[in-house]
């Protein structure tokens, strides 16, 4: 997978976080796919925190 798809990853799940109509399991997991991206990418003051990971990324 390529840095490219990363950067889209980090895109579709700060949108899908952002409409807050989801559940909380279902954001737990986004926000955990988003922290693995940001991990993968070397991010990592991006995987800090949950409204940080928001402001930051």
């Not at 909380?24 to 003051?45: C, E, I, T």
Request: net charge positive.
């Amino acid at each position: 997978m390529g840095k490219r798809l990363y950067s889209d990853a980090i895109a579709c799940c700060i949108r899908a976080i952002s409409q807050n109509s989801l559940s909380d399991s279902d954001k737990w997991v986004l926000f955990s796919n988003l922290a693995h991206v940001n991990f993968m990418l070397g991010n990592y003051r991006c995987g800090r925190g949950n409204q940080t990971l928001l402001d930051q990324c």
